[in-house]
């Protein structure tokens, strides 16, 4: 009995082994397979998230297990019942539910979008910024740009202040009655073009309006200023009837007049200085003079030519003007800017046509001065004889003159031409 316990016993060890061994030689085939899948995907360097052979791979992977677990324990599981519907048994078909391969592309989307985070007690470090020296140049140059911004308006003051025009303001304002419209237009002119001392045209005024009105008072104070912030020699005061009363003696006077603003405005260049020329009685200059000034006023000249300051002086126009004034007695002639234009539109062409060169001229007309301002001119003048200012001395003067009388007011026909022959007889 002994002996035949182990022949019996000895068929049945085989059949269990070749009953075993048949799976796992599948499995040892497979698992080969799944290796030379691996080792082709590396020779191609195929992307891992663009490789569809990885994810099949990956899925034979998982029949294997699953074919595995349930040889040795068909309790565990390790996939949903729904993730493999239509292959719940192993088969060779390669196919890829496209389900499967969306899930693994967003699984690994959201491994990339993964945020890293610092443990509390670390610091972080931002990266440091390079500096860019385009950035440095640039705030060079707006700080360069500044400087010479304050610089040039420092410059414009010191010229202002250097022709104290503020005081010629006020002495203007003081001393000429009745012409407070044209005063400021002259010294926004002024104020404008002395502020600098290079232009591309000379600066050219024309004072128009009836006799007695102040122009050549205007005038006077001009040259009487200008002479104080500058030497004499840079202020030419030009009376027709004085230094060209002849008109045999144009040619001369031509060559007179033209090699003195010559003289003048060359050595006031080197000086950096702006000349004046004051020209009186212009409607008294032949043709051959006011041609010869107006080469002067051209802009197409040298730099010394180009910074000067002509002031004209005439009657031309002054009709004209009385008539406009005795018409706007009520609109308040000359302080309303509509009206100075509707005058200057009227006067320009009458100038134009008695010369060309008044088409460079910016013209200030001068209005008639009232009784007011007669008498203000005939008090200035007692004070400036020594004459005590009595009243009754005032009016009788003022009786004298001859007026124009229309809408309640009286204007002067003669302005304040008469009042130092007047004040002589007291």
Same mark, same amino acid.
């Given at each position: 009995?002994?002996?035949?316990?182990?022949?019996?016993?000895?068929?049945?060890?085989?059949?269990?082994?070749?009953?075993?061994?048949?799976?796992?030689?599948?499995?040892?085939?497979?698992?080969?397979?799944?290796?030379?899948?691996?080792?082709?995907?590396?020779?191609?360097?195929?992307?891992?998230?663009?490789?569809?052979?990885?994810?099949?791979?990956?899925?034979?992977?998982?029949?294997?297990?699953?074919?595995?677990?349930?040889?040795?324990?068909?309790?565990?599981?390790?996939?949903?019942?729904?993730?493999?519907?239509?292959?719940?048994?192993?088969?060779?078909?390669?196919?890829? =539910?496209?389900?499967?391969?969306?899930?693994?592309?967003?699984?690994?989307?959201?491994?990339?979008?993964?945020?890293?985070?610092?443990?509390?007690?670390?610091?972080?470090?931002?990266?440091?910024?390079?500096?860019?020296?385009?950035?440095?140049?640039?705030?060079?140059?707006?700080?360069?740009?500044?400087?010479?911004?304050?610089?040039?308006?420092?410059?414009?003051?010191?010229?202002?202040?250097?022709?104290?025009?503020?005081?010629?303001?006020?002495?203007?304002?003081?001393?000429?009655?009745?012409?407070?419209?044209?005063?400021?237009?002259?010294?926004?002119?002024?104020?404008?073009?002395?502020?600098?001392?290079?232009?591309?045209?000379?600066?050219?005024?024309?004072?128009?309006?009836?006799?007695?009105?102040?122009?050549?008072?205007?005038?006077?104070?001009?040259?009487?200023?200008?002479?104080?912030?500058?030497?004499? =020699?840079?202020?030419?005061?030009?009376?027709?009837?004085?230094?060209?009363?002849?008109?045999?003696?144009?040619?001369?006077?031509?060559?007179?007049?033209?090699?003195?603003?010559?003289?003048?405005?060359?050595?006031?260049?080197?000086?950096?200085?702006?000349?004046?020329?004051?020209?009186?009685?212009?409607?008294?200059?032949?043709?051959?003079?006011?041609?010869?000034?107006?080469?002067?006023?051209?802009?197409?000249?040298?730099?010394?030519?180009?910074?000067?300051?002509?002031?004209?002086?005439?009657?031309?126009?002054?009709?004209?003007?009385?008539?406009?004034?005795?018409?706007?007695?009520?609109? =308040?002639?000359?302080?309303?800017?509509?009206?100075?234009?509707?005058?200057?539109?009227?006067?320009?062409?009458?100038?134009?046509?008695?010369?060309?060169?008044?088409?460079?001229? =910016?013209?200030?007309?001068?209005?008639?001065?009232?009784?007011?301002?007669?008498?203000?001119?005939?008090?200035?003048?007692?004070?400036?004889?020594?004459?005590?200012?009595?009243?009754?001395?005032?009016?009788?003067?003022?009786?004298?003159?001859?007026?124009?009388?229309?809408?309640?007011?009286?204007?002067?026909?003669?302005?304040?031409?008469?009042?130092?022959?007047?004040?002589?007889?007291?």
């Amino acid at each position: 009995m002994d002996g035949s316990q182990p022949h019996t016993e000895t068929p049945t060890a085989p059949k269990k082994l070749s009953l075993l061994s048949s799976p796992m030689r599948a499995v040892i085939r497979l698992r080969r397979k799944v290796q030379f899948l691996k080792k082709s995907r590396l020779h191609l360097n195929l992307p891992r998230e663009q490789s569809p052979e990885l994810v099949q791979t990956r899925l034979l992977q998982r029949q294997i297990s699953l074919s595995r677990t349930n040889l040795y324990n068909p309790s565990m599981t390790l996939f949903n019942q729904a993730t493999f519907d239509s292959s719940q048994y192993f088969t060779f078909d390669t196919s890829v =539910d496209q389900s499967v391969v969306n899930k693994y592309k967003r699984k690994k989307t959201r491994r990339k979008s993964r945020v890293v985070l610092y443990p509390g007690s670390s610091k972080k470090y931002l990266p440091t910024e390079q500096k860019s020296k385009a950035k440095r140049c640039l705030l060079l140059l707006i700080g360069i740009i500044c400087f010479q911004i304050l610089n040039a308006i420092e410059n414009l003051d010191d010229n202002l202040q250097k022709y104290d025009l503020d005081g010629l303001e006020k002495t203007m304002h003081r001393e000429v009655f009745g012409q407070k419209v044209a005063v400021d237009r002259i010294m926004e002119l002024l104020k404008e073009y002395l502020a600098t001392h290079i232009h591309n045209k000379p600066l050219v005024i024309s004072f128009n309006g009836p006799p007695g009105v102040g122009k050549s008072h205007v005038g006077w104070l001009l040259a009487k200023h200008f002479r104080s912030v500058m030497d004499n =020699d840079f202020v030419l005061q030009y009376f027709v009837m004085h230094h060209c009363p002849n008109k045999e003696a144009t040619p001369a006077c031509q060559s007179d007049l033209s090699e003195k603003i010559s003289e003048m405005v060359t050595r006031a260049e080197i000086e950096e200085k702006i000349p004046l020329f004051i020209l009186d009685e212009v409607e008294l200059m032949s043709p051959v003079l006011l041609d010869t000034l107006s080469r002067f006023f051209q802009p197409n000249q040298t730099n010394e030519f180009l910074n000067a300051i002509y002031i004209l002086i005439g009657n031309v126009g002054g009709s004209e003007i009385t008539t406009f004034a005795l018409q706007n007695v009520s609109s =308040d002639l000359l302080h309303q800017q509509r009206k100075i234009e509707e005058l200057l539109y009227i006067i320009q062409p009458i100038l134009i046509h008695f010369h060309p060169l008044w088409k460079s001229a =910016d013209i200030i007309p001068f209005g008639l001065l009232e009784k007011s301002h007669v008498i203000n001119c005939i008090l200035e003048e007692m004070m400036r004889e020594g004459l005590y200012p009595d009243q009754s001395h005032i009016e009788n003067v003022a009786s004298q003159l001859s007026y124009y009388t229309t809408g309640g007011r009286e204007y002067a026909i003669t302005g304040c031409k008469q009042v130092g022959a007047k004040v002589n007889l007291l």
